[in-house]
């Protein structure tokens, strides 16, 4: 794990020398594991990559929050501080499945994530 997350701040680098100057509250980072079709066994824990993802410097950060591969990650922020100004864009609709959610489960996949980031943003 080590390594990825080396090999990953580089690219951290990277991405903010191109960001450099450019308004934060206008910039929105994406993190996913790809919309393909298979089981995704072998995407990384959100818990490995999430304080790498906070360095990029953003306005907010997406990510999946609603497949049923890392819907479960949400407990990542009760050990994690969203920085001050800083906000998440969590994905509250699945988008691999021909099932549409209902809007209550929706709503609790937002209510969720807004109880455990309320006193960060």
Same mark, same amino acid.
């Given at each position: 794990?080590?390594?990825?997350?080396?090999?990953? !701040?580089?690219?951290?680098?990277?991405?903010?020398?191109?960001?450099?100057?450019?308004?934060?509250?206008?910039?929105?980072?994406?993190?996913?594991?790809?919309?393909?079709?298979?089981?995704?066994?072998?995407?990384?824990?959100?818990?490995?990559?999430?304080?790498?993802?906070?360095?990029?410097?953003?306005?907010?950060?997406?990510?999946?929050?609603?497949?049923?591969?890392?819907?479960?990650?949400? !407990?990542?922020?009760?050990?994690?501080?969203?920085?001050?100004?800083?906000?998440?864009?969590?994905?509250?609709?699945?988008?691999?499945?021909?099932?549409?959610?209902?809007?209550?489960?929706?709503?609790?996949?937002?209510? !969720?994530?807004? !109880?455990?980031?309320?006193?960060?943003?």
């Amino acid at each position: 794990m080590e390594d990825y997350l080396a090999f990953t !701040r580089i690219r951290v680098e990277a991405l903010n020398h191109a960001l450099r100057g450019l308004p934060q509250e206008r910039i929105r980072f994406h993190l996913c594991w790809g919309s393909w079709h298979g089981p995704h066994t072998t995407d990384i824990e959100f818990r490995h990559l999430v304080r790498t993802m906070l360095e990029i410097d953003a306005g907010a950060y997406s990510f999946e929050g609603a497949n049923a591969r890392h819907e479960h990650e949400w !407990r990542v922020w009760e050990d994690v501080e969203l920085p001050d100004g800083k906000l998440i864009v969590p994905g509250v609709v699945g988008h691999a499945t021909n099932v549409v959610e209902h809007p209550e489960l929706v709503a609790d996949r937002i209510e !969720r994530y807004a !109880r455990l980031v309320a006193g960060s943003a």
